[in-house]
């Protein structure tokens, strides 16, 4: 079992930045694709951005070129720093940790950006 726990959440006007971090309790944090998943209310939730074990990344398009994701897996986090946020991405926001076979999640938090 892997704990995900998430912070950095919280009101930013548009236009603003926020950096959501992810701490994982598993000491083979490496070998875990980690990504960030958004669910807004009255909607599915969805991918943001994906980073394998060696760095490669992968974003949702309405997020290219304004969201981030890092990873450092001697600290075993995951990050993703947003930029020029908008009201539409007003989320809540999950981690995610999956290999072959297993997937887990974190709590959540919570991102609101206002007009």
């Known amino acids: 079992q892997v704990q995900l726990v998430e912070s950095g959440g919280g009101l930013v006007q548009a236009g603003g930045s926020l950096r959501l971090s992810c701490a994982a309790s598993t000491n083979i944090f490496s070998i875990y694709t980690m990504g960030w998943y958004r669910q807004a209310p009255g909607k599915q939730r969805e991918l943001v951005a994906t980073?394998?074990?060696?760095?490669?990344?992968n974003y949702a398009d309405s997020v290219k070129g304004r969201f981030t994701i890092s990873r450092d897996n001697a600290k075993r986090t995951v990050s993703l720093q947003m930029n020029s946020l908008k009201p539409e991405d007003t989320a809540v926001y999950y981690c995610?940790?999956?290999?072959?076979?297993?997937?887990?999640w974190g709590q959540g938090t919570q991102v609101t950006v206002s007009s």
């Open positions: 980073i394998l074990s060696e760095g490669s990344t």
């Open positions: 995610n940790a999956r290999k072959i076979g297993t997937v887990f």
